[in-house]
């Protein structure tokens, strides 16, 4: 594996430096909460990240890790992912990236429904 960048940590490390970024502009730019900060960040930077993934399938390039695509749904990103999902017609034939979307809405659906209601 020498010489070989590893996709996981590149696309990670981006994702990450891109949500600090954002979160903080957002903080302090606007009076949001903080979780709301962090929703329409994680949401904005996933739908980049679908966009980048079916702009590299139609070239050819080198894609996001399917695992990238469900860290981001998984973090928050459900919103950034459906949207990336049916607006760009990606990734809507496969059954594993459905089921991530609902989990993760299921999931952020009960964290709000506990932590704010």
Known sequence: MRGRRNPYFAWTMMIVVACVVLFTAARMSVPWPPWLSWLVTINAVGFVVWATDKKQARRG?????????????????????????????????????????????????????RLLG
Request: charged share 10%.
């Open 61 to 113: 390039g080198t894609r996001v890790p399917e695992l990238v695509l469900h860290a981001t749904t998984l973090a928050g990103g459900v919103v950034g992912a459906g949207l990336g999902m049916l607006m760009l017609r990606h990734k809507t034939k496969h059954a594993d990236f459905w089921m991530m979307l609902a989990v993760s809405a299921a999931l952020h659906g009960w964290l709000g429904w």
